[in-house]
C-alpha cells in the first residue's frame, strides 16, 4: 500500500510538473501558461528554459516512481521546486490570476510530496 501511495503522488507530481513543458514551443505558449506578456527575446530563452528544467524534474519522477532508489531523492528535488515558487510568490505583490493558479497547483503538488515523504519514512522504519 505504501508504495503504491508513493508512486501514486511522484506521478501525479510528475504529471504537474510536465504541464508547462509546452513553454518550450514559444512565447504564445508561455502566455497562455502565465498570463504574461514576454515580449523580450532574453525572457523568452530564460522561460522556455525553465519550461525545460520542469520536463527534467518531471521524467525524474516518473523515474523515481518506478525506481524506490531515486524516490527520496526526486521527492526533495520536486518539493524545492514546488515550495521555492509558492515562497517567491508569497513575497512578490502584483502577481496576476495565472500565476496564482500556478501557486495553488504548487501547493496541491507540495501535499502529494509530503504524502509521498511520509510514505518513505514509515516505509524505512518498517
Known amino acids: 500500500m505504501l508504495s503504491k501511495t508513493i508512486t501514486g503522488a511522484l506521478l ?3 504529471v504537474i510538473h510536465l504541464l508547462p513543458v509546452v513553454g518550450v514551443l514559444g512565447v504564445e505558449r508561455l502566455r497562455s501558461l502565465y498570463g504574461v506578456a514576454i515580449d ?5 530563452l530564460l522561460m522556455r528554459h525553465r519550461a525545460v ?18 524516490q527520496v531523492l526526486a521527492t526533495a528535488l520536486a ?3 514546488v515550495l521555492s515558487y509558492c515562497m517567491l ?10 500565476l496564482r493558479t ?4 504548487d ?9 509521498a515523504a511520509v ?7 518498517a
Open 12 to 14: 501525479l507530481v510528475a
Open 40 to 44: 523580450d527575446p532574453n525572457l523568452a
Open 53 to 70: 528544467l520542469f520536463g527534467i524534474v518531471g521524467v525524474m519522477l516518473i523515474a523515481a516512481a518506478f525506481v524506490p532508489a531515486w
Open 79 to 81: 518539493a524545492v521546486s
Open 89 to 98: 510568490y508569497l513575497v512578490t505583490p502584483g502577481t496576476n490570476a495565472a
Open 102 to 105: 500556478v501557486f495553488n497547483v
Open 107 to 115: 501547493l496541491l503538488a507540495a501535499g502529494l510530496l509530503l504524502i
Open 119 to 125: 510514505c518513505l519514512v514509515v516505509q524505512a522504519r
